[in-house]
Structures are given as C-alpha cells and as structure tokens.
C-alpha cells in the first residue's frame, strides 16, 4: 500500500516554472514505477510522465517532452515534476500515481493515486 500526497502547485504566468512533489509513505517506495497524469477542466485525465522503479528510465508526452523532466529520490520516498516553459494549456489538476512493476503510460495501469494539485498558468 501506498500514500501518495501532491505540492507544488499553484498559479504562474507563462513562460515560467513549477516543481511539482510527491511524498510517498511506506517503506516499499522502490518497488514502484511512478507516473504523473493531469486532468483539465471537461476533459479526461492525460499522461504527462513516468519513471522506472530505478529512476533510470522516463517516458513523456509528446506536449510536455523537452519542457518538463520526472525524478525520484527512493531515499526520500519523494517524486517530483519540474515543469519549465509553462504554457496557458498546461493548466489542470496535476496527480501522481504508483504502479508495481514497470512504467507506463496507462493510466488505467495505476493502483495508487495522489490527491492531485492545482497548477494554473495565465496567458
């Protein structure tokens, strides 16, 4: 089982930058490939990022790669999201998940979902 707590949102203009974080509990952080996902007002819940249980893999959407890099500290049991360059449509509620096993980009293959933050960027 895993607990999963976003931060780091918030409102910024465009053109600027956000580190999103993700708090994990439990002692079997490692153990989990980890994913963030974003939901904009009408619209369903999209694949932004996700890392491998060892950090040593990451995979990106096309709208975000190049702008936004996923990472983890397993020490920490922490995960995180910085978002640079950021645009008007990057604006939704940010959640991260877990999955056992390796990453992907299915959010359907995620069993533990964080609470979700709101990030806001104005044109």
């Known amino acids: 089982q895993v607990h999963l707590v976003e931060s ?3 409102l910024v203009q465009a053109g600027g930058s956000l580190r999103l974080s ?3 509990s439990g002692r079997t952080f490692s ?4 994913g963030w996902f974003r939901q904009a007002p009408g619209k369903e819940r999209e694949f932004v990022a996700t890392i491998s249980r060892s950090g040593g893999s990451t995979y990106y959407a096309d709208s ?3 702008r936004f890099t996923i990472s983890r500290d397993n020490a920490k049991n922490m995960a ?3 978002m640079n360059s950021l645009k008007p449509e990057d604006t939704a509620v940010y959640y991260c998940a877990g999955k056992g096993g ?3 980009a ?3 293959d995620y ?7 709101q990030v806001t960027v104005s044109s």
């Open 102 to 104: 390796s990453a992907y």
């Open 80 to 82: 995180y999201l910085q």
């Open 31 to 34: 153990s989990y490939a980890m």
């Open 111 to 117: 069993d533990y979902w964080g609470q979700g933050t």
């Open 22 to 24: 993700c708090a994990a």
């Open 8 to 10: 780091g949102g918030g």
């Open 64 to 66: 975000v790669k190049g």
């Open 106 to 108: 299915r959010k359907e």
